[in-house]
T-cell receptor, first 117, second 113 residues
Framework: AQTVTQSQPEMSVQEAETVTLSCTYD???????LFWYKQPPSRQMILVIR??????QNATENRFSVNFQKAAKSFSLKISDSQLGDAAMYFC??????????????FGEGTQLTVNP | DAGVIQSPRHEVTEMGQEVTLRCKPI?????LFWYRQTMMRGLELLIY????????DSGMPEDRFSAKMPNASFSTLKIQPSEPRDSAVYFC???????????FGNGTRLTVT
């Protein structure tokens, strides 16, 4: 079974600074997808960014970018120019393409990000 | 696009009562998921459907939990009888095909006293 690990329960950053959230995963599959979701206090689950495992290029969405290291099974999220609205719980997630695992989405434990003014 | 719609947003009930949570997925999506979120256990997949058929219900805690998807636009998660340890936020999510992101509803916060 696939597992996703976020080793940082909490992180903090100063407004306008850059922060990196870590994520590692374990899988024996070669085709899969990785995601970062954001959950603010409103409890909505908001997609931040996605990465296809077959793509070598790291995904970027405005101030959000990832560092995808397939061999190391690492998928970190970098937030540049942090804003107060970025404060939230961030979840790393894995989605398999394998027939045995179906299309479930497996989440990490989450990292609570605080942005200090 | 209205997104995934869940109801109710909040539910407070007494132990032993039946609880039914409802979900309307995004039109055209063929996969539907039910997740439970608690502080202790994080986000857990309870069950998911592909084309209205349950694919994996191994995450359903026990026989008190059941889920149905009678058609492509509606699903229910039922707890009977409810217990205090069922208190959690329950999310419904849908997606178009495997590999695409899941779109989540706003969740139902269930409190069982």
């Amino acid at each position: 079974a696939q597992t996703v690990t976020q080793s940082q329960p909490e992180m903090s950053v100063q407004e306008a600074e850059t922060v990196t959230l870590s994520c590692t995963y374990d899988t024996s599959e070669s085709d899969y997808y990785l995601f970062w979701y954001k959950q603010p206090p409103s409890r909505q689950m908001i997609l931040v960014i996605r990465q296809e495992a077959y793509k070598q290029q790291n995904a970027t969405e405005n101030r959000f970018s990832v560092n995808f290291q397939k061999a190391a099974k690492s998928f970190s999220l970098k937030i540049s120019d942090s804003q107060l609205g970025d404060a939230a719980m961030y979840f790393c997630a894995y989605r398999s393409e394998g027939e045995t695992s179906g299309s479930r989405l497996t989440f990490g434990e989450g990292t609570q990000l605080t942005v200090n003014p | 696009d209205a997104g995934v719609i869940q109801s109710p947003r909040h539910e407070v009930t007494e132990m032993g009562q039946e609880v039914t949570l409802r979900c309307k997925p995004i039109s055209g999506h063929n996969s539907l998921f039910w997740y439970r979120q608690t502080m202790m256990r994080g986000l857990e997949l309870l069950i998911y459907f592909n084309n209205n058929v349950p694919i994996d219900d191994s995450g359903m805690p026990e026989d008190r939990f059941s889920a149905k998807m009678p058609n492509a636009s509606f699903s229910t998660l039922k707890i009977q009888p409810s217990e205090p340890r069922d208190s959690a936020v329950y999310f419904c999510a849908s997606s178009l095909i495997t590999g695409t992101p899941l779109h989540f509803g706003n969740g139902t916060r269930l409190t069982v006293t």
